[in-house]
C-alpha cells in the first residue's frame, strides 16, 4: 500500500518512541564484553523500534559511542532481529518519494537497513542480503540518482555476504558476469577463495609511478572538437573498480 506523505515524514526516532519501548541502559563499560552473550527480551514492536532508532543513528556523524552501543544491543536480541531488519529495507522499498525536510532518501535507508544486515553478524541475513543483491537495478539512462542509490545496496549486500562468509551466494553472483561481478570476485578473494584475475593494486606506488599523459586531459583525445547538441548524450554509468581491479 502506498504510504501517505504525512507518515513517510515521520522521524524514525519519533518511531522508537511511539513503540513504547525504551532501549536498554546503557552498561557500564566492563559489562561491555558480557552483554553481547546475553539475550535481550524485546518483542516485534520493541526490536522494530530499535532498528529505526539504530538506522536513525546511522545519519548522525562523530557520535560513534551512541552507534556501537546500539548495534550491541540490537546483537542482544538475537537471530531474530534480522526480520525488524528485513521489515525496514520494505517499508524504504515501498516509500513514496520523499518531501524537502525527510532525513534521507528511500534509496540512502534501504542502503542503512542492509548495512545492517551485514553488520549484526547473524547468518539468518544471508539469503535476504543475497536476495538484494540479486535484485534488478533500474536503467542507468532514466534516472541517474536512483541509479547510484540502487547500485551502492547491491554493492553493501555483497559487502555483508562476505562479512557472513557466504562463500556459495558470492560465487553464484560472480558467474552472473553482471556489474556486480568484480565486487563479488574481490569478496571471494577476502574470503581466501581466487576465482582468477583478481589483483590489488597498491595507490601509493600507483601513483608514484603514474607518468602524466596530455591525451588523457583533452576531452576529444586528439579529435577535432565535437559539436555538442543539446540532448543529444545518453547517461551512461561506468562503476569505479580501482581497487580491486579485474583482469579482462
Known sequence: MRRTRNSASISLVFLA???????????DPAEDTAEESQSLECDRECMQAMVNKHLALMGELGDE???????????????????????????WS???????????????????????????????????????????????GADEQLFGDEFRVRLRAIAGLEKLGAAAELRAIYARGDLLRTPAAASLHALGIDV????????????????ADSADLNPNAGRPPQTDTPGSREFRVTPRTDTPVLDR
Not at 559511542?65 to 525496514?88: D, F, M, N, Q, T
Not at 582468477?196 to 607518468?211: C, H, N, P, S
Request: glycine share 8%; hydrophobic share 45%.
Open 17 to 27: 518512541l511511539l513503540a513504547g519501548c525504551a532501549a536498554p541502559a546503557e552498561p
Open 65 to 91: 559511542a551512541a552507534y556501537e552501543r546500539s548495534l550491541r544491543e540490537l546483537r542482544a536480541i538475537g537471530p531474530e532481529v534480522v526480520r525488524a531488519a528485513v521489515s525496514a529495507y520494505r517499508t
Open 94 to 140: 515501498l516509500s513514496a518519494p520523499p518531501a524537502p525536510e525527510e532525513p534521507a532518501r528511500p534509496g540512502e535507508m534501504r542502503w542503512r537497513a542492509t548495512h545492517l544486515l551485514g553488520a549484526l553478524g547473524f547468518r539468518e541475513a544471508i539469503a535476504s542480503l543475497d536476495a538484494i543483491a540479486g535484485s534488478p537495478l533500474p536503467e542507468p
Open 196 to 211: 582468477g584475475g583478481v589483483r590489488f593494486v597498491d595507490m601509493k606506488k600507483a601513483l608514484a609511478e603514474d607518468v
